[in-house]
């Protein structure tokens, strides 16, 4: 496992008590799968009883989050586009990006399974099947990280669906609205883990987990703080707090302890 090296005189200046920060706050755009799970509810209050610093969150798809990240609209960014996330640290509109935990995405989809997805070797195949299938397939369509992961998946499978046709609903909406509109539709969905198995009307819902456990759906989550050279008012200082808390002991462990109500760890910490 890796460790987060951090120069004491850092740490000393950042890892002040909690009663240093009293009344300070730092604004941070993070995933709707992170505030579906219900881990920003569970995880936040933990990071403010330990430094003293607020966290208004902003609940949004990543690219969404990224833009408002890019404008200098929050201090802070919780996402997972890991690849997208690295350029534009390389492009100079973030600092300090560490992975902070991971999961994956499973494609969910009608109990009877008409494409024949749930044998397929790999994602991409079971893309394939369902558009050479045309099975009602729902998309959130709104350029989050789960969307940019399906579009990656519809590129390897040869194809990428078009928004006339009639089989492919892109829908704008957030994670959870998505999967009920998939069960009302009858339509496969792609969709992170955690999320599903946070979802308290799941057993209500006509959908099944098909597939499972290919590596392009793999899920990693990182946080990185917005370059305050672009931007006034950015606090990299109470932002720096956030990303150390993540990356900590404390952190990792209160993260890899979040389960929900039947038992089931939603998201893996990275250290």
Same mark, same amino acid.
């Given at each position: 496992?890796?460790?987060?090296?951090?120069?004491?005189?850092?740490?000393?200046?950042?890892?002040?008590?909690?009663?240093?920060?009293?009344?300070?706050?730092?604004?941070?755009?993070?995933?709707?799968?992170?505030?579906?799970?219900?881990?920003?509810?569970?995880?936040?209050?933990?990071?403010?009883?330990?430094?003293?610093?607020?966290?208004?969150?902003?609940?949004?798809?990543?690219?969404?989050?990224?833009?408002?990240?890019?404008?200098?609209?929050?201090?802070?960014?919780?996402?997972h586009a890991e690849d997208l996330e690295k350029q534009l640290v390389e492009e100079g509109f973030f600092l300090d990006r560490k992975n902070v935990m991971y999961n994956d995405f499973v494609i969910l989809g009608p109990k009877d399974d008409p494409?024949?997805?749930?044998?397929?070797?790999?994602?991409?195949?079971?893309?394939?099947?369902?558009?050479?299938?045309?099975?009602?397939?729902?998309?959130?369509?709104?350029?989050?990280?789960?969307? &940019?992961?399906?579009?990656?998946?519809?590129?390897?499978?040869?194809? &990428?669906?078009?928004?006339?046709?009639?089989?492919?609903?892109?829908?704008?909406?957030?994670?959870?609205?998505?999967?009920?509109?998939?069960?009302?539709?009858?339509?496969?969905?792609?969709?992170?883990?955690?999320?599903?198995?946070?979802?308290?009307?799941?057993?209500?819902?006509?959908?099944?987990?098909?597939?499972?456990?290919?590596?392009?759906?793999?899920?990693?989550?990182?946080?990185?703080?917005?370059?305050?050279?672009?931007?006034?008012?950015?606090?990299?200082?109470?932002?720096?707090?956030?990303?150390?808390?993540?990356?900590?002991?404390?952190?990792?462990?209160?993260?890899?302890?979040?389960?929900?109500?039947?038992?089931?760890?939603?998201?893996?910490?990275?250290?």
């Amino acid at each position: 496992m890796r460790k987060l090296l951090i120069p004491l005189f850092l740490i000393s200046t950042l890892l002040l008590p909690a009663a240093a920060f009293a009344s300070e706050s730092i604004r941070v755009a993070s995933t709707t799968s992170t505030q579906d799970s219900g881990l920003l509810d569970y995880l936040l209050p933990l990071f403010t009883k330990s430094s003293g610093i607020e966290v208004k969150i902003t609940a949004v798809g990543t690219g969404e989050a990224l833009e408002l990240g890019k404008n200098g609209k929050v201090d802070a960014v919780f996402v997972h586009a890991e690849d997208l996330e690295k350029q534009l640290v390389e492009e100079g509109f973030f600092l300090d990006r560490k992975n902070v935990m991971y999961n994956d995405f499973v494609i969910l989809g009608p109990k009877d399974d008409p494409a024949g997805i749930k044998n397929t070797a790999n994602a991409s195949e079971a893309f394939k099947k369902i558009r050479i299938s045309k099975s009602t397939f729902a998309s959130r369509g709104d350029n989050s990280g789960t969307n &940019m992961r399906e579009n990656r998946i519809w590129a390897s499978s040869g194809k &990428m669906p078009s928004r006339s046709n009639k089989w492919y609903l892109s829908t704008g909406e957030e994670q959870a609205k998505c999967i009920r509109t998939a069960s009302d539709k009858q339509a496969y969905t792609i969709t992170d883990r955690a999320t599903w198995l946070a979802m308290e009307d799941q057993q209500t819902l006509n959908l099944d987990i098909l597939f499972e456990g290919d590596p392009i759906l793999f899920n990693q989550y990182g946080v990185m703080i917005v370059n305050s050279t672009n931007h006034k008012g950015i606090d990299y200082r109470l932002a720096m707090n956030f990303v150390i808390w993540l990356t900590s002991k404390e952190g990792q462990q209160a993260i890899g302890e979040f389960k929900d109500s039947h038992g089931n760890a939603l998201f893996t910490p990275n250290y």
